[in-house]
């Protein structure tokens, strides 16, 4: 694995955990939840999904 690769995954581990660690629906969790989306090109259904989520549960800019 090249020094790139490493270091896009340990970002994309780091922005998940940060995202486990959230509050749903706040500032902090929407930006961490679209620097992954950039990061991985997944949408953020498929991202909520993967935290057990639904969009219906966690409507954008919800405070």
């Known amino acids: 694995m090249t020094p790139t690769q490493t270091e896009r995954l340990r970002r994309r581990n780091a922005l998940w955990q ?3 660690a959230g509050t749903p629906g706040t500032p902090a969790f929407e930006e961490t ?9 997944w949408d953020r259904p498929r991202l909520l999904a993967g ?6 549960e966690v409507p954008p800019g919800r405070p």
Request: overall charge positive; charged content about 5%; glycine content about 12%.
């Open 18 to 20: 940060q995202l486990r």
């Open 51 to 56: 935290l057990g989520l639904t969009a219906a």
């Open 33 to 41: 939840l679209t620097a992954l989306s950039l990061l991985t090109g």
